[in-house]
């Protein structure tokens, strides 16, 4: 795989779809450094639709999901994807009233990177990513212990300090224990 290296300008466009639909038109897959890993995908996902990618290391597999979840930017073509819900609680606004334990308006969607992303701070914000338990919030505590359970990472917990200890995870946790975390994530947001 030849790998080129050009200079892009970002001149996609993105657009939202009422029915949990992905579509890219002509999307390359392009790094931040301007690496063109591919240089024009088409693909329609329809809810429902089953897709296995594979193929060769760097090829793109992760780097299209980094797109489709808006990581990396469309430097070209088309990208509909169903659109991020805005309420109070997702948005994290402190709105008047007490905002839904969890909003039933977002789409049922969660991206698992290969990968995933480690947040300062303690080992309860790894779980709640991209949102923070409030400090006491015993509610957050009893279901992310829960969720370390169920994830297998419950021992990990104790070891580290417990649910707020603080570290720098990306490099405390070993590959399969970040990917735990991804799933933990998936299961604390659900």
Known sequence: MVIMKILISIAGKISYTTDLSIL????????PSCDV????????????????????NGCGKS????????????FGGELSVPRPCECAHCAEHDAPGTPPERCLARPVMFYIPQRPYMSEGSLIDQITYPSRAAPGDLSAEARAAHILRVVRLD?????????????????????GEKQRVACARMFYHR
């Open 63 to 74: 780097s299209l999901f980094r797109i489709i979840s808006g990581l990396w930017p469309v």
């Open 24 to 31: 890219l038109r002509n999307v390359p897959i392009v790094t």
């Open 37 to 56: 890993v591919a240089s024009g995908v088409t693909l329609e996902l329809r809810p429902g639709t089953h897709l296995l990618i594979v193929g060769p």
């Open 155 to 175: 021992a990990c917990a104790a070891r580290h300090g417990g649910l707020r200890a603080v570290r720098d995870w990306k490099s405390t946790l070993s590959g």
